[in-house]
């Protein structure tokens, strides 16, 4: 599957099938901290992500302190 | 969307309505705002400010928007854009006041003239003209886009340095006083991610790219370690922000009370301040800018486009 990740935005890809979890996991990634969407859809860790999937890994922490 | 500190998962009908929930209650449990009342929200193209413009409007207040243009290269010229697209969107009123054009500098040249950090630099003039242009249109309240992650990871660094002065004034509603207007943060329920995973499902196209200037700053660590534990014990950042508020913030009052010290007008632009001369001022005077003195002018023409 194509995977973009961001901050800085880049693309890698990943074979599935892979549940949500464990492709943060292989990303190292703290579920806290990002949404996982598929096609424009938000997905649940539990979601199985297909090999010929788009998925996003977004971020969500913003990092200001005003 | 799964939300672990509730131990549940929700379809996006029942998880707006939770966020909405969640806003709502924020703002009657404080006391925040009251029914029909101006707001003046601080909008930044983030998730946070847009989803908080979305859900006051939503709530029944009028609520206007205010946009900073901080000059940070194409990360202004981005965020500026999804600002002013949400606005159109929806037909709210945006208010656009340019650093660079109405002061003579942004946050890049001004942080290094003033030799602060750029969080600071930043902080500082969002702090001064939000107030500034809340009692200028005579708003009832600023509304600030704080959620959950931003107070409890400053709740954080505060206590492990022990800065009892600001700990004592960590409120998510800052009543009106000595000519600041009063200030809410109505997202102070939700986290980030739930802000974000609103404004996913409602399909507000917010700035997703991170401030450049901020990479690696102190907040972000301290975000990151509470995402840590979070993840080990779901809720543990909303007792540790809750708890404070509802059981030990009003304890170091007297910390903040003798730290802020008593108000005169700056002798430059007329804000409250407890020196002569305002930090803004300062901080416009160093970076040879002009203007601080002037008003915010609340009709300016929009910044600079793409």
């Not at chain 1, 492709?23 to 938000?42: F, K, Q, Y």
Request: glycine share 10%; with cysteine; aromatic share 6%.
């Amino acid at each position: 599957m194509l995977v973009t990740l961001r901050n800085p935005r880049r693309e890698i890809e990943v074979a599935g099938p892979l549940r949500v979890l464990d492709l943060l996991a292989r990303l190292d990634v703290p579920r806290e901290s990002v949404l996982v969407i598929r096609n424009g859809t938000l997905v649940p860790g539990d979601a199985l992500l297909a090999d010929a999937d788009a998925v996003e890994v977004r971020p969500v922490i913003s990092g200001g302190m005003a | 969307m799964e939300v672990r500190r509730h131990n549940a998962g929700f379809c996006a009908p029942h998880f707006l309505k939770l966020c909405r929930d969640q806003v709502e209650r924020a703002i009657a449990h404080h006391d925040m705002l009251h029914p029909g009342e101006r707001v003046l929200v601080a909008v930044s193209g983030g998730k946070d400010s847009l989803a908080l413009w979305d859900l006051l409007v939503d709530l029944g207040y009028q609520a206007d928007g205010l946009y900073l243009g901080l000059g940070i290269g194409e990360y202004s010229d981005e965020s500026g854009d999804h600002a002013r697209a949400f606005a159109q969107g929806r037909g709210l009123r945006l208010i656009e006041v340019d650093l660079r054009e109405q002061y003579g500098y942004d946050i890049p040249t001004g942080a290094r003239a003033a030799r602060r950090v750029p969080c600071s630099a930043c902080g500082l003039s969002k702090r001064h003209l939000f107030d500034a242009a809340a009692v200028e249109g005579g708003y009832d309240a600023v509304a600030t886009g704080h959620n959950l992650d931003d107070e409890a990871a400053v709740l954080f660094g505060n206590v492990l340095r022990w800065h009892t002065e600001y700990i004592g004034r960590q409120q998510p509603v800052l009543p009106e006083r000595d000519g600041f207007p009063r200030k809410v943060k109505p997202l102070v329920r939700l986290s980030e991610r739930e802000t974000a995973a609103y404004c996913v499902l409602k399909g507000i196209d917010y700035q997703v790219e991170e401030c450049p200037m901020a990479a690696g700053n102190r907040h972000l660590g301290y975000k990151e370690a509470l995402n840590l534990i979070e993840e080990r014990s779901p809720g543990t950042k909303a007792a540790f922000y809750s708890e404070f508020i509802d059981k030990v913030a009003d304890r170091f009052a007297v910390d903040t009370a003798a730290e802020q010290g008593a108000l005169g007008a700056c002798a430059s632009c007329g804000a409250p301040t407890t020196g002569e001369v305002c930090a803004f001022c300062k901080l416009v005077e160093r970076a040879g800018g002009h203007g601080a003195d002037q008003p915010v002018s609340l009709t300016a023409k929009p910044a600079s486009r793409r």
